[in-house]
């Protein structure tokens, strides 16, 4: 075999020097390509809300107690009975309250037969006395004694009526028409109303038209208004949906570990009875809807052409104002003032500057260059730091003049 000279093995690093330099030199780049995202002015619907939790329970519910004591004698209703009102739906031990009011009786008998012995001997000494023939501190004195007598007769009258009015407390009645949710006691147990009345039974109105109470924290409240549109799930159907609307914003504060929520109260119509009192439901209440509006994405208003993406021979042709949108027909990025309404972060509403259908720049890709990594205003970190090569800082320049800079215009 025929050995390499030394002058070849020269040639050849001589060539591997060229090659390493033109390497460095050339910073290892690709050719960039840059591409445009776009998007139509299209009709839309543009929609803020917040979430919050509540509870379901129904608009009217009523807590039956009863105002004596005694021993439970009868139930007449269970849970879920349908009752009205007026109902019978329990009754009392009767024998004590019969008692006390035969006792009240006969003490307003034994009042009426005083008073009318009274009565008899102030006459009589009311006689006597106009005749001069009695003093008149005796006269004063029957006089006294009568009026007592008329007085106590008064209050056994009113001590018999409440003996009367507390016997007919021992029978209890639905106050209104409902459906009964609850049942705090059995027959045979002794109800005490010393203090508290107690609770026997809950009737609920009309489980057809239920609410939600809703907490909502005190970041969110500002935006909450009566007739607002509401949606909510319940973890018992959790694929049906459920609508109302906020009917009440109450002003009351509730604190609870440093948190402040307030209530709001939602409409929630049952009229296939799927909502039961005390489930969670997980609401959503729509604070902004506003239908069939032109609107573009938010991010087409931050967009901004520069130096980085303009081709050669292609130009800008930029306008006055704050709120724009930009266009590429052709070789030029054409600036289009809008008058913008609502927004909710996603979407802008464009009240006027450009029509249904055309389609506007939002963002940008710049594809090859080192490592050959893509890059576009939404992945460019101004707070990173950058090293000082040009290509990088072209795409550094294209995302933070893409998020609202101001861009060089080419001359």
């Known amino acids: 075999m025929k050995k390499i000279g030394k002058k070849t093995w020269i040639a050849i690093g001589v060539i591997a020097v060229i090659a390493i330099l033109y390497f460095l030199l050339s910073g290892g780049k690709k050719e960039e390509k840059v591409s445009f995202d776009t998007a139509k002015v299209e009709n839309t619907s543009i929609q803020t809300s917040i979430t919050a939790t509540g509870t379901i329970e129904p608009v009217t519910s009523v807590t039956v107690g009863t105002q004596v004591s005694g021993i439970v004698a009868?139930?007449?209703?269970d849970y879920n009975s349908v009752v009205r009102k007026g109902q019978v739906i329990a009754e009392l031990d009767r024998?004590?309250?019969?008692?006390?009011?035969?006792?009240?009786?006969?003490n307003l008998a034994s009042a009426q037969s005083s008073l009318d012995y009274q009565l008899s001997n102030y006459n009589r000494y009311k006689t006597l006395y106009d005749k001069g023939l009695v003093s008149a501190d005796e006269f004063e004195s029957v006089r006294l004694q009568y009026q007592q007598a008329?007085?106590?007769v008064a209050s056994s009258r009113e001590s018999v009526r409440r003996a009367q009015t507390n016997l007919g407390y021992a029978t209890i009645t639905s106050p209104i028409d409902g459906v009964v949710l609850s049942k705090a006691v059995e027959e045979g147990?002794?109800?005490?109303?010393?203090?508290?009345?107690?609770?026997?039974?809950?009737?609920?109105?009309d489980l057809t038209?239920?609410?939600?109470?809703?907490?909502?924290?005190?970041?969110d409240i500002g935006g909450?208004?009566?007739g607002q549109r509401v949606s909510f799930t319940v973890d018992a159907f959790p694929d049906d949906q459920f609508e109302g609307s906020v009917t009440q914003v109450r002003q009351q504060a509730t604190t609870e570990s440093n948190v402040v929520t307030y209530e709001v109260v939602i409409s929630a119509p049952n009229n296939d009875l799927k909502l039961k009192p005390g489930l969670t439901a997980n609401v959503t209440i729509f604070t902004l809807e506003k239908n069939n509006v032109l609107a573009v994405p938010a991010k087409a208003l931050r967009f901004q052409p520069n130096e980085a993406l303009l081709k050669e021979g292609e130009t800008v042709e930029d306008c006055e104002g704050m709120s724009k949108v930009w266009t590429k027909e052709g070789n030029v990025?054409?600036?289009?003032?809008?008058?913008?309404?609502?927004?909710?972060?996603?979407?802008?509403?464009?009240?006027?500057?450009?029509?249904?259908?055309?389609?506007?720049?939002t963002d940008f890709n710049i594809t090859g260059g080192e490592m050959g990594m893509p890059q576009g205003q939404q992945t460019t970190n101004p707070f990173m730091p950058r090293p000082g090569n040009r290509n990088n800082n072209r795409a550094g320049q294209g995302g933070q003049n893409a998020a609202g800079g101001?861009?060089?215009?080419?001359?």
């Open 74 to 77: 009868k139930l007449y209703v």
């Open 95 to 106: 024998t004590n309250l019969i008692s006390e009011l035969n006792a009240q009786k006969a």
């Open 150 to 152: 008329k007085e106590q």
């Open 189 to 205: 147990q002794t109800v005490a109303a010393s203090f508290n009345t107690p609770e026997l039974f809950t009737i609920a109105q």
């Open 209 to 219: 038209n239920m609410r939600v109470i809703a907490d909502i924290d005190e970041a």
């Open 224 to 226: 909450v208004k009566e």
């Open 333 to 361: 990025f054409k600036a289009h003032k809008v008058k913008t309404g609502t927004t909710n972060g996603v979407l802008t509403e464009i009240v006027s500057g450009v029509a249904a259908g055309t389609e506007v720049l």
């Open 406 to 411: 101001q861009a060089p215009r080419r001359q």
